[in-house]
């Protein structure tokens, strides 16, 4: 009897393997977003809406009572993008990731404005709707430069500062993709084949982990539909925006920098020109990692950044 029964389990789960092999090649994309909601449920966190800035604005919120540490995606990304670095953080704090307007699930009008002030006064009614009150903010990439012109813009609403791989220094050293877009070259975060996207992966990651071809094609299919979208977008942040130089100067809200040592889309050097500007910083490059330290590395750099908010507490005054 008990071998039947063995048969049977065993049965159900082959038949149930079939199955989901076939909806993966049938319905990837749906798929994809399954995996995607197993994962936030394995990280502990709940996909929640609000309108906010006149947008609606989709995040996930790990909830509780522990300090807000508010998680600011780059360009091209969305919340879900955090899901690997927050498995080392949520025990910690309270987390929230927000999909930024024109990005991810949140709205995303081909007439708006994209521009870093525009999203920092979302940003920031994003944050009022949430009641959250000094929240620690944390940005990678371009979500770094809105992150960084947040607390410039807002330093006493600000308790510290993460910037992970930041856009918004034009002074250092040009990047590679910067120098190629100057050029005239083509711009490789615009992804208008499968085959971009693919030639894509490794030049933002150093340590970019196998990916199933389905799940790329996936990533292609949505990038190639926003075409038109990041290319506007890309405008508006890298032409229409005021650049750190300008707005950092006298900043001292509290802030780590950390950048990957073989980052291809934004320079090391960067890390000098924010320490160089933010009295109150400090700062670790990664070695052998590329420009998405949250993915590539994220146990390296939560272990650093836990370290970095147990400074900021030591020196708060009591």
């Known amino acids: 009897l008990r071998m039947t029964v063995l048969y ?21 994309a749906r798929m994809v977003d399954l995996l995607i909601g197993i994962e936030r449920a394995v990280v502990g966190v709940k996909r929640h809406e609000l309108n906010a800035g006149g947008f609606r604005m989709v995040y996930w919120d790990s909830g509780g009572d522990r300090e807000p540490l508010v998680l600011v995606h780059g360009f091209g990304g969305e919340k879900d993008n955090w899901n690997r670095l927050a498995r080392f953080l949520v025990k910690d ?8 307007p024109g990005f991810g699930e ?18 920031h009614a994003f ?7 000094r929240p620690h903010i944390a940005g990678h990439s371009m979500g770094g430069f809105i992150s960084a012109s947040y607390a410039a813009t ?16 034009f002074n250092s050293t040009p990047s590679e993709l910067l120098s190629q877009v100057k050029q005239g070259g083509p711009n ?5 084949t499968h085959q971009e996207m693919r030639d894509l992966l490794p030049f933002i990651m150093s340590r970019s982990p196998p990916l199933p071809s389905v799940l790329i094609d996936v990533l292609a299919t949505r990038a190639i539909a926003a075409h038109g979208l990041r290319t506007r977008q890309f405008v508006d942040v890298i032409e229409k925006s005021p650049h ?8 001292k809200v509290p802030t780590h920098i950390v950048w990957g040592d073989e980052d291809r889309l934004v320079h090391v050097d960067c890390v000098k020109s924010f320490t160089g500007m933010l009295c109150n910083s400090s700062s670790t490059i990664v070695p052998g990692v590329g420009h998405v330290p949250p993915f590539e590395a994220p146990a390296e750099i939560a272990a650093d950044y836990l370290a ?4 900021v507490a030591a020196l708060a005054p009591a």
């Not at 065993?10 to 989901?20: I, P, S, T």
């Not at 704090?93 to 930024?100: G, V």
């Open 8 to 28: 049977i389990v065993l049965g159900v789960l082959g038949l149930l393997a079939v199955v989901l092999l076939v909806l993966w090649f049938v319905f990837p």
């Open 154 to 169: 807002y330093p006493q609403e600000i308790s510290s500062l993460w910037l992970i791989s930041s856009a918004g220094m």
């Open 93 to 100: 704090y309270r987390l929230i990731a927000l999909d930024l």
């Open 106 to 123: 949140s709205d995303a009008p081909l007439d708006a404005s994209y521009c870093i002030p525009d999203q920092v006064t979302r940003l």
């Open 188 to 192: 490789p975060l615009l992804v208008q």
């Open 244 to 251: 750190l130089e300008e707005l950092l100067v006298d900043c």
């Open 308 to 311: 970095f908010r147990k400074r």
């Open 127 to 133: 944050i009022e709707a949430l009641g959250l009150q």
